[in-house]
T-cell receptor, first 112, second 110 residues
Framework: DSGVTQTPKHLITATGQRVTLRCSPR?????VYWYQQSLDQGLQFLIQ???????AKGNILERFSAQQFPDLHSELNLSSLELGDSALYFC???????????FGPGTRLLVL | KNEVEQSPQNLTAQEGEFITINCSYS?????LHWLQQHPGGGIVSLFM???GKKKHGRLIATINIQEKHSSLHITASHPRDSAVYIC????????????FGTGTRLAVRP
């Protein structure tokens, strides 16, 4: 158990819908990262938050957004969902930045 | 060309064999991570290296900064080592985020 929690574990939805994925980092970790793992793209960085502020942005679509709240949990919002958004979404946390990252169990999203 | 390359992509070994997985990167980094992804999907961080060598149980990771190359070794492999092993580069122009290799799928047969 990494100490990072993600909900829900599984999500099935339809094209065009909007979903919210939630991540609670390890106690005391200030950095939260979101990654997407699809079959054809492997693991890709989406976005990083540090202590409530966006720190880095990767290959995140405009239809996707994220935020980190004062209690340091983070949410990833995916809207206007397409079939290609079906993937495993992981969040990871670290104390500050360039350290070991602890991964949550992931949310498996299936868009039908 | 990917910034992080792994080889081999697939590896099958007999129980007890010594296993080596290689990772090359083309960018300047501050650290190289080795991750293990279980068949169920969960990801576990094995090592974070910035120089030299680290050992944990039967796992050994090395890095050569000058050659931009890292290796993960598994001694006395066991079927429970069957997983996907992923190297990831951190730092340099990438900042804190991880840039991942494509992974090595390892199957250890009893």
């Amino acid at each position: 158990d990494s100490g990072v929690t993600q909900t829900p574990k599984h999500l099935i939805t339809a094209t065009g819908q909007r979903v919210t994925l939630r991540c609670s980092p390890r106690s005391g970790d200030l950095s939260v990262y979101w990654y997407q793992q699809s079959l054809d793209q492997g693991l890709q960085f989406l976005i990083q938050y540090y202590n409530g502020e966006e720190r880095a942005k990767g290959n995140i679509l405009e239809r996707f957004s994220a935020q980190q709240f004062p209690d340091l949990h983070s949410e990833l919002n995916l809207s206007s969902l397409e079939l290609g958004d079906s993937a495993l979404y992981f969040c990871a946390s670290s104390p500050r930045g360039r350290e070991t990252q602890y991964f949550g169990p992931g949310t498996r999203l299936l868009v039908l | 060309k990917n910034e992080v390359e792994q080889s081999p992509q697939n590896l099958t070994a007999q129980e007890g064999e010594f296993i080596t997985i290689n990772c090359s990167y083309s960018v300047g980094i501050s650290a190289l991570h080795w991750l293990q992804q279980h068949p169920g999907g969960g990801i576990v961080s094995l090592f974070m290296l910035s120089s030299g060598k680290k050992k944990h149980g039967r796992l050994i990771a090395t890095i050569n900064i000058q050659e931009k190359h890292s290796s993960l070794h598994i001694t006395a492999s066991h079927p429970r080592d069957s997983a996907v092993y992923i190297c990831a580069a951190q730092g340099g122009s990438s900042g804190d985020k991880l840039t991942f290799g494509t992974g090595t799928r390892l199957a250890v047969r009893p």
